[in-house]
């Protein structure tokens, strides 16, 4: 990856995800920003759920604007935690699996994907093989 979020990138993390979405029989929505988590390439593959294209947006804004996956982020996102209410700011983000940041050679930020339409668990999974971690 170069040290920006490039067209070839883009469409190679949406391939790596349709492609174990598939595999596992899953129909999912795929979302891929940029490191200010504008929306740069996305998929809703047959048959996915409507709800979920938002989700899978809003997990790839909360990874890319925050610079950590949302996953992570999820256990102080809960009531009484140090980021409770964090979902309601930046126009409403996800904290929850699914979510995960792209980076380049360099390990700098240049990105994030967001997989939604799946169960959580296989939504982070099939994200961070989009990354390029899994």
């Known amino acids: 990856m170069s040290s920006f979020l490039t067209e070839s990138t883009v469409k190679a993390v949406i391939k790596r995800a349709q492609t174990l979405a598939s595999e596992q029989h899953f129909s999912i929505n795929i ?3 940029d490191a200010a ?3 740069r390439g996305f998929l809703r593959m047959d048959d996915a759920v409507p709800g979920a294209i938002d989700v899978s947006i809003k997990k790839a804004r ?3 604007l925050f610079r950590t996956d949302s996953l992570e982020l999820g256990a102080a ?3 009484g935690g140090a980021i409770y209410t964090l ?4 126009g409403g983000l996800i904290s929850f699996g699914g979510g995960v940041v792209l980076h380049d050679a360099e390990g700098r930020v240049i990105g994030a994907v967001g997989v939604a339409g799946a169960t959580v668990e296989a939504d982070q999974a099939i994200a961070l093989t ?3 971690r899994g």
């Open 77 to 79: 996102a809960q009531p």
């Open 37 to 39: 988590g504008l929306l």
């Open 62 to 64: 909360t990874a890319a």
């Open 31 to 33: 979302a891929v920003v």
């Open 87 to 90: 979902e309601a700011t930046n």
């Open 130 to 132: 989009a990354a390029g």
